[in-house]
């Protein structure tokens, strides 16, 4: 077969609705492509830990603390199951936590802002978690059968992560003025970089025509902040909490709530490596990575033990 | 050894008595029970799990339905009498994945495979071959201490947490905000 028949016989297996698995022929912009969203989406699981595990020991009651505790150990292991999902395209693991703490790969730009109080922990989970399964979902309807199903594993997981969000937040708008305001303010600080979390207008996403295409992602990111927006305003309406945009309306003729327009500079700014945080994560991540040595070292020495 | 890259192992993951292994991932470990531990804390951190399987990577022969539509049939390279026996995972829908279908006897992996693929009711999506000597197999005795504390944890399931019924509440008797300012501390 020359390439051009494999590439249609490939895209009329994925036209057909069939998975994609390992050792199939694949065109390798397909594999480039994946390799890069899903060792991109592990890494985002691991710095993802980062943000709320500096809560844990903050926490303001034992149930939140182990709440809380569950919710870090479930970052880390979709992390893993990610890593695992990227293996089978042929890069290492190594590979790509080299490329994580060279600050060569990327992350989800999210994970560069700070969680300041106790109520962040509650809007990371409402926002940030309800933006992610949205995302998740449609991944696990991708045509490659292994990031699929990882996907299918962590959304059923992940749904708790949400509820647990919003329960800390319904706690402290019910609670005195000073923890409401809390709320307020971490909803404040949340909501844009929430909406950047979807990434560029599908008019300026190079490379989202391919994703679609090849039945990677299956819906765009406009379309998805759309619904994130849609069902996110009756829930902050319910809880009388105002999200900081002034344009925000509810458009009759569509159904959609209309929001302003996205500061794409501090997105830009942000992925590029001049976040709030992002110098402190990756210190984080290779210290975490260093100060492991003697745990790694310890378990290859019981292996090699006669 | 290098810093982190141990040898992968593939995790099969037994969600109640009687049904069969499926396939979950893999992780990485210098050594079978180190990968097991691993797989308990990667792959079972809910409750649904009976039993763990894990084998090295590097010991799995198999292939997809193209690739194996390229096997040659019978292929008996392989000298000796076929008695290393192979365990035989099989993925027969589109959005399953590989799940213990049973076992074969052959002289090495590429027979397996071939008698695998003989021995299949219908086509595979995909087929794997893994000699039942390299793997590595919890013990029923040790189902409790290893599954158990999963069971302990309810709160990792969403059905914990009754967020629509408070929504509805709030709906329906919205927060007076404006007394919010006068109420005093913890009710």
Redesign the interface.
């Known amino acids: 077969m020359t390439d051009d028949e494999r590439l249609a016989h490939f895209e009329a297996r994925i036209g057909r609705?069939?998975?994609i698995?390992?050792?199939?022929?694949m065109p390798p912009e397909y594999r480039r492509q994946l390799i890069r969203m899903i060792s991109q989406h592990a890494h985002s699981e691991i710095v993802g830990m980062l943000p709320e595990g500096g809560w844990i020991t903050m926490a303001p009651s034992l149930?939140r603390k182990?709440?809380l505790v569950?919710k870090v150990?479930?970052e880390g292991?979709h992390g893993?199951?990610l890593y695992?999902?990227a293996?089978t395209l042929g890069i290492?693991?190594?590979e790509m936590?080299e490329a994580l703490h060279s600050g060569k790969a990327k992350y989800s730009s999210i994970f560069n802002y700070p969680a300041r109080s106790w109520a962040d922990i509650g809007v990371i989970g409402w926002f940030v978690d309800g933006a992610a399964i949205l995302n998740q979902t449609m991944l696990a309807r991708s045509s490659y059968?292994?990031y699929?199903?990882?996907m299918v594993?962590i959304s059923a997981?992940e749904?708790?992560h949400?509820?647990?969000g919003?329960?800390i937040v319904?706690a402290l708008?019910?609670?005195?003025?000073t923890q409401?305001a809390m709320a307020q303010d971490a909803v404040n600080r949340w909501w844009w970089p929430t909406l950047m979390m979807f990434g560029p207008h599908d008019s300026e996403s190079p490379n989202t025509p391919a994703l679609v295409r090849w039945g990677i992602k299956t819906r765009s990111n406009d379309e998805l902040r759309q619904e994130f927006v849609n069902q996110t305003v009756p829930?902050a309406e319910?809880?009388?909490l105002s999200l900081p945009d002034p344009d925000l309306r509810f458009d009759e003729s569509t159904g959609n709530w209309r929001f302003g327009e996205i500061d794409w500079g501090e997105f830009w700014r942000v992925v590029g490596g001049d976040g709030p945080c992002n110098r402190e994560r990756l210190q984080a991540r290779r210290a975490a990575?260093e100060d492991g040595?003697w745990v790694?070292e310890a378990?290859?020495a019981?292996?090699?033990r006669a | 050894m290098s810093d982190t890259q141990w040898p992968r192992y593939e995790v099969f993951v037994q969600e109640r008595p009687g049904r069969p292994h499926q396939h979950a991932g893999s992780v990485h470990a210098p050594d079978p029970e180190m990968a097991l531990l691993n797989a308990r804390d990667v792959f079972v951190r809910r409750p649904e799990c009976a039993s763990l399987w894990v084998a090295p990577s590097a010991t799995v022969r198999g292939g997809t339905a193209e690739e194996l539509s390229q096997l040659v049939a019978a292929p008996v390279s392989e000298e000796g009498s076929p008695d290393i026996e192979y365990l035989v995972f099989a993925k027969l829908e589109e959005r399953g994945t590989l799940a213990h279908v049973g076992e074969v006897h052959a002289t090495g992996p590429d027979d397996a495979l071939a008698a695998a693929k003989a021995a299949a009711s219908r086509p595979p999506l995909a087929l794997w071959v893994v000699p039942a000597a390299r793997v590595e197999r919890t013990l029923p005795e040790e189902a409790a201490s290893m599954f158990d504390p999963s069971r302990h944890k309810p709160f990792r399931d969403q059905a914990f947490y009754h967020i629509q019924t408070a929504l509805r509440r709030l709906r329906r008797d919205p927060l007076p905000i404006a007394s919010l300012q006068n109420r005093g501390k913890k009710r």
């Open positions: 609705g069939e998975k698995e390992p050792g199939d022929w149930r182990l709440v569950a150990q479930d292991g893993q199951y695992h999902a293996e290492s693991r190594e936590i059968g292994p699929a199903r990882a594993r997981e749904s708790f949400n509820k647990q919003i329960e319904l708008i019910e609670g005195t003025p409401r829930q319910a809880m009388r990575h040595l790694r378990m290859a019981y292996a090699a």
